[in-house]
């Protein structure tokens, strides 16, 4: 079945429906991402020089917001008429 075909079938989800899902999958990458980050840095951190705690701390504490600032766009666009 040809993509535009089974598109025309399926409606276009609401925007309430993609705010509901897109807060799900925020929520449960931060939780994700959080846990995975303090395992990382339990492991990584405590015989590290000072620089690379930075450096970690640094990359770490700003790559979260990448997914999430994907995310928004496709949350807050509207549906196709």
């Known amino acids: 079945m040809p993509a535009a075909a089974f598109a025309a079938m ?5 925007p309430h429906t993609k705010k509901l899902i897109g807060t ?3 929520l449960l990458w931060l939780v994700i991402y959080a ?3 303090t395992g990382l ?3 990584i951190l ?3 020089a000072w620089y690379v705690s930075l450096l970690f701390y640094a990359v770490t ?3 979260w917001i990448i ?3 994907l995310a ?3 949350m807050y666009r509207e549906p196709k008429r």
């Open 72 to 74: 928004l766009p496709w």
């Open 41 to 43: 840095a339990v492991r």
């Open 46 to 48: 405590p015989h590290a």
């Open 10 to 14: 399926v409606p276009a989800m609401t």
């Open 61 to 63: 504490g700003v790559c």
């Open 35 to 37: 846990l995975t980050v």
């Open 67 to 69: 997914p999430i600032g």
């Open 24 to 26: 799900v999958l925020i």
